[in-house]
């Protein structure tokens, strides 16, 4: 593997770019291997592959993975060997709270600036989905009307009435 110093971007943005582009390149895939990721982070970088970029989406950058050292969200392990970019309400490590999930748009290359504004649009339309097909979210509300005419406390005072 050659080293090289002339990328200008971090490991961890190269990542979520190569990611990122494969979504938007295979909309209707879930997930992708390892190795196509880091195939496509070779045309990112549009030089040889750094020396961590492969720990950095097997571990550095996965969400639901405990952090070792790198603690970024920017991609969620589907599957052993399988990775998608990280989404907000996504489970993650606690451990990785607070993290980086998608690259500043001055630490990346201008041409890759319109992919943070399609993971916004990406990202939002599969928060909605989840929430729509969501058994247990589908539940939301559900009950209310059991207390509509009187308050929560109200409600459970007047249901042990008469306890012991």
């Avoid at 593997?1 to 979504?23: G, N, P, Y």
């Avoid at 998608?84 to 309400?89: A, C, T």
């Amino acid at each position: 593997m050659v080293v090289t110093s002339k990328i200008a971007f971090k490991v961890a943005d190269e990542v979520w770019l190569a990611t990122a582009l494969l979504h938007r390149k295979y909309l209707r895939r879930e997930d992708f291997t390892i190795e196509e990721i880091l195939e496509r982070a070779t045309e990112v970088a549009r030089e040889p592959l750094r020396p961590g970029v492969y720990v950095h989406i097997v571990q550095h950058c996965v969400a639901n993975r405990p952090p070792s050292p790198g603690r970024y969200r920017m991609l969620y392990e589907t599957a052993p060997g399988r990775r998608r970019l990280f989404r907000i309400g996504d489970n993650y490590d606690p451990g990785r709270e607070g993290s980086k999930i998608i690259p500043e748009r001055d630490e990346i290359p201008s041409r890759y600036g319109a992919l943070l504004d399609w993971y916004k649009d990406w990202s939002r339309d599969r928060v909605e989905d989840r929430i729509k097909n969501d058994p247990l979210l589908a539940l939301y509300g559900d009950g209310k009307e059991l207390w509509a005419d009187e308050s929560a406390d109200d409600y459970v005072r007047r249901l042990r009435e008469g306890w012991e």
